[in-house]
């Protein structure tokens, strides 16, 4: 595989910056139009207004159920490992055996968190051990 | 096109990294075992943690025979450096290990025991304690340092009281502080002479004649406060105290002795080109750091009312005894440091394990703290044995002849004397002297009072069991018949140290 060449080694890093920053807006954009539209709209006063007896409250904008941070973390896991993955699969040759072991040790620690989050209860919702 | 990346194992020199290697494997182990079989008992995961530290040892005792065939190894791409320092203090380090893990097994259930994790994160600890000391790379010093302390944070908030989060959070805080100062530090001195190995470092410092004085003065301050962070020298010592105090007794004694040595050891490899350049300054601040440190924490040890927190006051200003030897910067104080630490981790270790056996689950009515002066007087007239052994750490800690720490405290002021520091010599000789006060004060109250409240009498001894019986018996044996072992110790030490160039 011939690796294309640019002006300045660190040019593709750049575009790559780009269209990720590009990639992420737009998800944002599009999933909150998409929930916008989706959702449905029930907005009668008194059932969204949270019980208190006195006091007024302030109400929360969005509340996130904290499963999302675990699923966060556990995408963070498979995230990183693709992101090494990628330049070791394009310059396999070029590393060798060496980079063959090392890529292989990563996979297993990345294999044994994995179990540990499955066997944990981690991947069911709501069903935190 | 690239040319192929050609590691060859052999250059790689795996060896040194097998010690850390042991308790990485153990700690994934022991996370695997829990997952398949859960509710195991506690017994289980102390003898498989007790098993991969001797495995540890033998690697240890390996890469030992390996130094003294072929001099200091380097492995990893010359990231590891094993030398004479590192095989000694992972040496301490494991032993010192070994000894603790055996203090989960009490006659009482504790809830941080009950957890699996507990042990992994132990193992994680240790693991991370090895790769600080066996590197002279700032890099991976940090990286250890940090993994060290994480798991440490944990153990200490996984006891599960009020006190022990306040602890944790404490602990967490301060040590965050020391890890930035650590990091920008080293950041400083990177930009100044473009390596991050600390004999390179040494060279083009030394090669240019000091021209970036400014620099150099700013990050051996930052490098300073946080060494002096993790090895608990006054003025940075205020989280101390109270770490001490919300942890368990036996981790507290674990504190005061683990993760000072592998701070000893960087800081010696760190301070030792400083303080041999001629840099007047340099000397002349670590002199303030150490006699202010032993002066003041003694002043503070003698007024407090808890044992734990004298103890804790206590081992500060043994840090900062031996933080002289730092200092002083020859093979002889090097050395010194070496065998004192050796010697204080079985005296420390042994009276806090005499705190751990009277742990209290709840407070008696009118009780302040957990370990009061009130709740040991009299002890001899209930449990003589108990007393004694107490009585015997004390007058070891207080450096009593022929007990362990009175040899420590001979060859460190000697060494101290040799090298010229006469004044530094006798401030170290009174500050013994005054630490005699709340150790004989313990003493005091165990065998001329009369017992406070008879409640005490069930309270203590109530949580031992046979291990810890056989830990208190090893820390024992060791500081009474540590007169035999202090010369050939002394020449084994002496052998290392001075092979690796220190």
């Known amino acids: 595989m011939e690796h294309i060449i640019t002006a300045n080694p660190y040019f593709g890093v750049f575009v790559l910056f780009v269209l990720t920053f590009g990639a992420f807006t737009a998800t944002t954009i599009i999933a909150r139009l998409a929930s916008r539209a989706l959702a449905a709209k029930d907005t009668e006063k008194i059932k969204l207004s949270v019980y208190e007896c006195g006091p007024e409250v302030t109400k929360q904008p969005n509340r996130l159920s904290p499963q999302f941070y675990l699923f966060a973390l556990l995408f963070l896991l498979f995230d990183v490992e693709i992101v090494f993955m990628f330049p070791w699969a394009v310059d396999f040759k070029v590393l060798g055996w060496f980079g063959f072991t090392e890529m292989i040790l990563f996979i297993i620690l990345l294999a044994i968190g994995f179990v540990y989050a499955w066997k944990k209860g981690a991947l069911e919702w709501h069903n935190i051990k | ?502």
């Not at chain 2, 600080?132 to 200490?156: K, W």
């Open chain 2, 1 to 502: 096109m690239l040319e192929p990346v050609n590691v060859s194992l052999e250059s790689l020199n795996l060896m040194t990294l097998a010690p850390m290697l042991i308790p990485i494997v153990g700690a994934l182990l022991i996370l695997v075992v829990d997952l398949f079989k859960s509710n195991i008992d506690k017994s289980l995961y102390v003898m498989l943690s007790i098993l991969f530290l001797f495995t540890d040892f033998m690697a240890l005792a390996g890469s030992s025979s390996a130094f003294m065939q072929n001099g200091t190894l380097l492995g990893l791409f010359d990231v590891m450096l094993v030398d004479g320092l590192a095989i000694v203090s992972q040496f301490i380090i494991v032993v010192a290990s070994m000894l603790f893990i055996p203090l989960a097994l009490t006659s009482k259930r504790f809830h941080e025991f009950s957890y699996p994790e507990f042990f992994a994160l132990f193992l994680f600890m240790i693991a991370g304690f090895q790769f600080m000391v066996a590197t002279d790379n700032l890099i991976l010093i940090f990286v250890g340092l940090e993994t060290a302390s994480l798991s440490l944070y944990t153990l200490i908030a996984m006891h599960n009281r009020e006190k022990s989060f306040e602890a944790a959070v404490k602990y967490f805080t301060m040590g965050a502080l020391a890890a930035g100062f650590y990091s920008f530090g080293s950041m400083i001195f990177y930009a100044v002479t473009g390596s991050v190995e600390i004999n390179q470092i040494a060279t083009v410092l030394v090669a240019n004649g000091f021209s970036d004085i400014g620099f150099v003065m700013v990050g051996f301050a930052f490098i300073l406060a946080s060494f002096a962070f993790k090895l608990s020298l006054v003025p940075f010592h205020t989280w101390a105290p109270d770490v001490y105090e919300g942890s368990s007794a036996a981790m507290a004694g674990y504190m005061s002795i683990v993760p000072k040595i592998a701070a000893f050891i960087v800081a010696m490899r760190f301070f030792e080109f400083l303080i041999h350049s001629g840099l007047v300054w340099v000397e002349a601040i670590l002199y303030v750091f150490v006699v202010v440190t032993m002066t003041a924490a003694n002043l503070w040890a003698l007024v407090q009312t808890d044992v734990k927190r004298m103890l804790a006051y206590s081992s500060i200003s043994h840090a900062g005894f031996a933080m002289a030897a730092v200092m002083i910067g020859t093979t002889q104080a090097n050395t010194a440091l070496l065998l004192y630490w050796v010697l204080f981790t079985f005296t420390n270790l042994g009276s806090f394990s005499m705190l751990w056996i009277s742990r209290q689950k709840k407070m008696l009515p009118g009780q302040n703290s957990d370990h009061s002066y009130e709740k040991f007087a009299g002890l001899v007239q209930s449990s003589p044995m108990a007393a004694t052994i107490m009585a015997l750490f004390m007058l070891s800690l207080a450096g009593v002849p022929p007990f362990a720490l009175f040899w420590g405290k001979m060859y460190l002021i000697s060494a101290a004397v040799t090298s010229g520091y006469t004044v530094l010599a006798l401030i170290m000789a009174l500050n013994s002297a005054i630490a005699g006060y709340y150790y004989l004060k313990l003493i005091v109250y165990m065998f001329m009072k009369d017992p406070v409240d008879s409640r005490y009498e069930k309270v203590i001894g109530s949580n031992l069991s046979l291990s810890l019986k056989t830990i208190i018996g090893i820390a024992a044996v060791g500081t009474i018949f540590a007169f035999i072992a202090v010369d050939p110790l002394l020449q084994a030490i002496g052998g290392f140290v001075y092979n690796s160039g220190y």
